[in-house]
């Protein structure tokens, strides 16, 4: 399967800052999400990432907060914009190559916010 | 009650022992994911499957979808298999993932 790379793979940040953390896939894949994994918890969807068009946000996430770029079908970055303590989070990408193929995953942004 | 349920949540065994993670889901599937997380965040897939059984080394994944039930297997367990283990699956258009609360696995030497 195709292989992702993200980064930064940790950071800690400042309230009221923003990080934009990049994934980088070595093929081209049709699929890309970004996920949050809160402490504790499994994976909450935040976006499809969308080449070439805006990302598609599930419920309770919004493109100011969390804006999405794919220019192409191999790259897309998260911004975590003014960012505050309950952003703490692992955010992960993913990719699939199609509808039901094998999904793969980056290796994760653990992100603190003091 | 969530879509993706696995049990147990903890899980601790002593090394050689045999493990069986289990996943059940409410929800109609196209395929389920095994996935291994370690400590560092990263994510590795383990198994995707959608029928049957399927075979890696000491891990062994089965499906069965009439009675929407996974289980992941691990025999001869070792300390390097300490992970959470995570079930996720696949909608029917195949374009979402669902994930359980996963599976955190402790095996002591």
């Known amino acids: 399967s195709a292989v992702i790379s993200q980064k930064p793979s940790r950071d800690i940040c400042q309230r009221g800052t923003s990080l934009t953390i990049q994934c980088q896939v070595d093929s081209q894949v049709t699929m890309m999400f970004w996920y949050r994994q809160q402490p504790g918890q499994s994976l909450t969807l935040i976006a499809t990432?969308?080449?070439?068009?805006?990302?598609?946000?599930e419920s309770g996430f919004v493109i100011d907060k969390f804006p999405i770029s794919r220019p192409n079908l191999t790259f897309s970055t998260l911004t975590v914009s003014n960012m505050s303590p309950e952003d703490s989070s692992i955010y992960l990408c993913?990719?699939?190559?199609?509808?039901?193929?094998?999904?793969?995953f980056g290796q994760g942004t653990r992100l603190t916010v003091v | 009650k969530n879509e993706v349920e696995q049990s147990p949540q903890n899980l601790t065994a002593q090394e050689g022992e045999f493990i069986t993670i289990n996943c059940s889901y409410s929800v109609g599937i196209s395929a389920l994911h095994w996935l291994q997380q370690h400590p560092g965040g990263g994510i590795v897939s383990l198994f995707m499957?959608?029928?049957g059984k399927k075979k890696h080394g000491r891990l062994i994944a089965t499906i069965n979808i009439q009675e929407k039930h996974s289980s992941l297997h691990i025999t001869a367990s070792h300390p390097r298999d300490s992970a959470v283990y995570i079930c996720a699956v696949y909608n029917n258009a195949g374009n979402m993932l669902t994930f359980g609360g996963g599976t955190r696995l402790m095996v002591k030497p």
């Open positions: 499957l959608s029928s």
């Open positions: 993913s990719g699939a190559g199609g509808r039901r193929t094998e999904a793969f």
């Open positions: 990432a969308n080449q070439g068009s805006e990302a598609t946000y």
